[in-house]
């Protein structure tokens, strides 16, 4: 009753309110007469002007962050100082320590029973990472221009030199010696013009060695060890190219040499597509492609009709393609030939392979294909075996690169002045 009492209380006073009551005028702002915003449009507008100008503040911020950073950085990078191929320190140590190579040892104490080292061939070697172990020494980093020359030392006087035996002890000096070099610029985190004339000296070296050293037992060669090098090395160098000033004058040939060493890459194809039309309508790397495109397409005879066409470097960057190549088609012509009554001319299936005629017929024995008294392969589906990987030996099978070395020496090679 209490409820319903207040609700009818209610509802009287409602019904004695006037119906016709007018409405207080609203009051408008002279600013609002003149077409100015209304209070929500203003506050959205001043809200928006702030937030702009607090993004402006941040953007400001940031890039005075980045600033202090940079800053701190080239305080903090090492700059080496050492302006000798091997610091002093160094030398003393691996003296006292009997740690010299024989291509380091001063003439005439080579016998000696603790011979000494000659300051102007001992070169800094690479040294592993340890704790404790102060590697920022600005005393024991060789600056860039002495890192260039350097390599150019261990080119021209030791991987070039007609009078250092064997050539796996000088690969396995250089190697080592490179890798010292390779370290001092990572802590250094040197870049430019003398950085890109070091990694395309350092990977045209490798890649040679690739080939020259193919076969050789793995206590004196690991090629998987190269090829690790060699890969961290060109992907520095194709970085260095994408990021740092110009010019690039070899730009042309270390993209090609990419794509044919990691021939049916997908990374290296969308590398090499990626870049400008400039540089893929040139014809090293146009070549190039084309090769990558039969290697893909499986199409090992306009592949090697093709490879003719390479010079000696680039074939040391294919050649460790060639067998898988050569096997294919083999493995195509004894399914394609596979027929009792035909006979198949070794001479032109010699030209097929770019190979020599006993080599050609050797290389079919070990796939099980016949090779009859009149010189022609028996090919057989039935027949083709594949070889055990002992008895491959790739060495024997590199004419196709081998004839186009002609008078080229290996600092020529390695310097780029074919």
Not at 55 to 69: A, G, L, S, Y
Not at 172 to 195: T, Y
Not at 272 to 300: G, K, T, V, W, Y
Request: contains cysteine.
């Amino acid at each position: 009753m209490a409820r319903f009492y207040w609700s009818t209380l209610d509802s009287d006073a409602r019904l004695k309110r006037p119906m016709n009551r007018r409405r207080a005028a609203r009051r408008v702002s002279h600013s609002q007469r003149r077409g100015a915003p209304s209070g929500g449009e203003w506050r959205q507008r001043n809200q928006e002007q702030w937030r702009g100008h607090g993004k402006e503040q941040v953007r400001e911020v940031e890039v005075k962050e980045d600033e202090r950073c940079q800053l701190q950085e080239k305080e903090t990078v090492p700059r080496g100082t050492c302006q000798t191929m091997c610091p002093a320190r160094e030398l003393r140590d691996r003296e006292v320590q009997n740690r010299l190579h024989r291509f380091e040892m001063l003439a005439g104490t080579e016998r000696d029973k603790r011979p000494r080292g000659d300051p102007l061939r001992a070169v800094k070697e690479y040294s592993r990472p340890a704790a404790g172990k102060d590697s920022t020494n600005p005393s024991d980093l060789r600056t860039p221009a002495v890192l260039l020359k350097t390599v150019c030392y261990l080119i021209d006087d030791i991987a070039a030199s007609s009078h250092l035996h064997p050539w796996t002890e000088v690969y396995s000096f250089v190697f080592d010696r490179l890798r010292g070099v390779k370290q001092d610029m990572i802590i250094q985190r040197v870049s430019g013009l003398n950085c890109v004339a070091i990694l395309e000296r350092t990977v045209r070296f490798l890649i040679y060695a690739s080939y020259r050293l193919c076969g050789e037992p793995l206590r004196l060669y690991d090629p998987r060890i190269n090829d690790t090098h060699l890969q961290e090395n060109l992907s520095w160098l194709l970085d260095c190219y994408a990021t740092g000033p110009g010019p690039h004058p070899n730009q042309e040939e270390f993209q090609a040499l990419g794509l044919l060493y990691n021939l049916g890459s997908s990374c290296a194809t969308q590398h090499i597509m990626e870049l400008p039309e400039r540089l893929r309508s040139s014809p090293a790397i146009a070549l190039a492609l084309s090769i990558n495109r039969a290697f893909l397409e499986r199409n090992p005879v306009r592949l090697l009709r093709l490879a003719k066409r390479l010079n000696f470097l680039q074939s040391c960057a294919l050649h460790r393609h060639l067998m898988a190549c050569r096997r294919d088609l083999l493995l195509i012509y004894s399914h394609g030939h596979s027929s009792r009554n035909c006979r198949f001319p070794l001479d032109g299936l010699a030209q097929l392979l770019s190979l020599d005629t006993s080599f050609t017929a050797g290389l079919c024995q070990l796939y099980g294909l016949e090779v009859n008294q009149d010189n022609q392969v028996v090919f057989s589906k039935a027949a083709f075996t594949e070889p055990e990987q002992a008895k491959l030996h790739c060495k024997l099978y590199h004419n196709i690169v081998a004839e186009k070395q002609r008078d080229l020496t290996v600092g020529n090679i390695i310097h780029g002045c074919t």
